[in-house]
Nanobody, 123 residues
Framework: QVQLEESGGGLVQAGGSLRLSCAAS????????IGWFRQAPGEEREFVAV????????DYADSVKGRFTITRDNAKKSVFLQMNRLEPEDTAVYYC????????????????WGPGTQVTVSS
């Protein structure tokens, strides 16, 4: 069983930055791909970014590419999402998830989810 907990959300003005953290309790944390998803009110949950296990390869949604950076620290069992040049459209609840396979772009690729952290970007 893997437990995940996000932190670092909050209220920020457009153009600002936030750094989200995802802390995991898993003896084999390094074997999991960790993804970030977000869900805005009335919208479907969508893929944001993923960091894989093998070599730490990363992928991003087009909407955040060049603004967001995902990193991981296996020793601390944590994954981080640095979000720069935030836009009002980035307002959502952000979730981290742990999974072991698949493309990593879809919710069904992940087995474990955190409760989420709210990010609000004011214009």
């Amino acid at each position: 069983q893997v437990q995940l907990e996000e932190s670092g959300g909050g209220l920020v003005q457009a153009g600002g930055s936030l750094r989200l953290s995802c802390a995991a309790s898993a003896p084999t944390f390094s074997t999991y791909a960790i993804g970030w998803f977000r869900q805005a009110p009335g919208e479907e949950r969508e893929f944001v970014a993923v960091i894989r296990t093998s070599g730490g390869g990363t992928d991003y949604a087009d909407s955040v590419k060049g603004r967001f950076t995902i990193t991981r620290d296996n020793a601390k069992k944590s994954v981080f999402l640095q979000m720069n040049r935030l836009e009002p459209e980035d307002t959502a609840v952000y979730y981290c998830a742990a999974g072991g396979g698949g493309s990593a772009y879809y919710q069904y690729d992940y087995d474990y989810w955190g409760p989420g952290t709210q990010v609000t970007v004011s214009s």
